[in-house]
C-alpha cells in the first residue's frame, strides 16, 4: 500500500527566508517522489522528482528535495522565498505500474 | 512539445445535464488520467487510460466515465449532474522516465453545476 502524509496544511514564510514543506510516505514497493505546485486557477506543474537515483534532487526555481529513506521522507526545501512562490504544493508517490497519490497540499504564504 | 491542453476551460450546467470534457496529451504519452479537485476532499483520481484500454479506476460512480482514442486524445462523461460534481477537473498525460511514469498536468476544467 502506498500514502503520502504532508505534515502542514499552511507554511507562512517571509520573503527571502527558508522555505521547508514536508512530506512524509509510505510505500511496499520502492518509490518514486514527486513534488507538484499549483498556483491559483492553474493546472499542477511538476517541480522535481526522485526515482531512485541521487537522493538529493534539484527541481526548478531553486527547489530541492531529500530522499531520506530511513525517516521515509521527501522534504522540499528553498534557500529563499520569492513572493512568486506563494501557492499550493503537493507530494506524489507512486511505484512501477501504479496509481498516483496525492499528498493533501500545503499552502505556502509568502509575507513581503 | 506543446503541453497538455483541456478543453472547454470552463463550463456551466444545471443539474441533471450531462457533460463531456476533453484532453489531449502531450505528444508520444499514451497514458491520460483524470482527477477531481474540490476543496473539501483534494484530489480525487478518477482513471486512468492507457492505449484505449482503462487500466486503474478510482472510487466514483458509474456516472463518470471516460474512453481514449487510437491518437491518445480522452474523453471524460458525467451523466446526471449533481451539484456535488462542481469542481476542477484535471487532465494529466505520463510517460515512463526511468522505472516509473511521470505525469504532466494540464491547466484543467472548472465545471460550475447549478
Known amino acids: 500500500a502506498q500514502s503520502v502524509t504532508q505534515l502542514d496544511s499552511h507554511v507562512s514564510v517571509s520573503e527571502g527566508t527558508p522555505v521547508l514543506l514536508r512530506c512524509n510516505y509510505s510505500?511496499?514497493?520502492?518509490?518514486?517522489l514527486f513534488w507538484y505546485v499549483q498556483h491559483p486557477n492553474k493546472g499542477l506543474q511538476l517541480l522535481l522528482k526522485?526515482?531512485?537515483?541521487?537522493?538529493l534532487v534539484k527541481g526548478i526555481n531553486g527547489f530541492e528535495a531529500e530522499f531520506k529513506k530511513s525517516e521515509t521522507s521527501f522534504h522540499l526545501t528553498k534557500p529563499s522565498a520569492h513572493m512568486s512562490d506563494a501557492a499550493e504544493y503537493f507530494c506524489?508517490?507512486?511505484?512501477?505500474?501504479?496509481?498516483?497519490?496525492f499528498g493533501s497540499g500545503t499552502k505556502l504564504n509568502v509575507k513581503p | 512539445k506543446a503541453g497538455v491542453t483541456q478543453t472547454p476551460r470552463y463550463l456551466i450546467k444545471t443539474r441533471g445535464q450531462q457533460v463531456t470534457l476533453s484532453c489531449s496529451p502531450i505528444?508520444?504519452?499514451?497514458?491520460v488520467s483524470w482527477y477531481q479537485q474540490t476543496p473539501g476532499q483534494g484530489l480525487q483520481f478518477l482513471f486512468e487510460?492507457?492505449?484505449?484500454?482503462?487500466?486503474n479506476k478510482g472510487n466514483f460512480p458509474g456516472r463518470f466515465s471516460g474512453r481514449q482514442f487510437s491518437n491518445s486524445r480522452s474523453e471524460m462523461n458525467v451523466s446526471t449532474l449533481e451539484l456535488g460534481d462542481s469542481a476542477l477537473y484535471l487532465c494529466?498525460?505520463?510517460?515512463?522516465?526511468?522505472?516509473?511514469?511521470?505525469?504532466?498536468f494540464g491547466p484543467g476544467t472548472r465545471l460550475t453545476v447549478l
Open positions: 494529466a498525460s505520463s510517460i515512463r522516465q526511468g522505472i516509473t511514469d511521470t505525469q504532466y
Open positions: 510505500s511496499s514497493y520502492s518509490p518514486s
Open positions: 526522485y526515482t531512485s537515483a541521487a537522493t
Open positions: 506524489v508517490v507512486t511505484a512501477i505500474g501504479g496509481k498516483f497519490y
Open positions: 505528444s508520444g504519452h499514451r497514458s
Open positions: 487510460y492507457f492505449s484505449e484500454t482503462q487500466r
